[in-house]
């Protein structure tokens, strides 16, 4: 069953926080300290809303990213069409082998853009590239999932909530899987050799490091910045 197209937004809006402030969030600086204002938009990205949590949303808006949030079927061409400077593909419920409509999407969205996926969004990027998904045994549930950064070693512990994996056979040589789950060795990360895209399987903004994952969303504004 196609979950997304329940619980997506059903028209295109901008996320401005600036009537949220009241709201308990924190506002951080790169030094770790508590900013009292936002720091100004240095990039506008569209955010393709597959079920999209607020948390991702308040990250990206930390990191100087001005967000359009669209709804999950919204065409590329129509994306583009908003003229954003990267893609953003977000986490959402269900099977993402039946959401045809946001692979082609994506497909066409590849080359023109830089793109990041979390969760949903990493696994449609999967299908993409070519590739496909399978259904785990036990999925992955919980905040102390270990992931390994497979070019340096890193490891992150990571929040996690997603009963699919990406197929690493399934992927094309010009796809590189970055990052392993250490439990069971299934695909946390992947990104392009040759295109500016990349994604993960987990939850960067749940944070329950707190600030082990918290580089992947500087990682997308350099990626947008090598390509203006």
Known sequence: MDYVREVSAREIYQWDPEDKLSEPWSIRSNNGGINPTLPPIRFRIVAYDYGIKENILRLLRQKGFGVTVVP???????????????????????????LEYTHEATRNLMGKKPIFGICLGHQILGFAFGGSTYKLKFGHHGANQPVKDLRNGKVAITS???GFAVDPKSLPSNVEVTHINLNDGTVEGMRHKE????????????????????????????LIEKRK
Do not use: C, K, R
């Open 72 to 98: 999950a079927n919204t065409t590329a061409e129509e994306a583009l069409a908003l003229n954003p400077d990267g893609i953003f593909l977000s986490n959402g419920p269900g099977d993402p082998a039946v």
């Open 195 to 222: 295109l500016p895209i990349f994604s993960v399987q987990y939850h960067p903004e749940a944070a329950p490091g707190p600030h082990d994952a918290s580089y992947l969303f500087d990682q997308f504004a350099d």
């Open 160 to 162: 996690q909530n997603h």
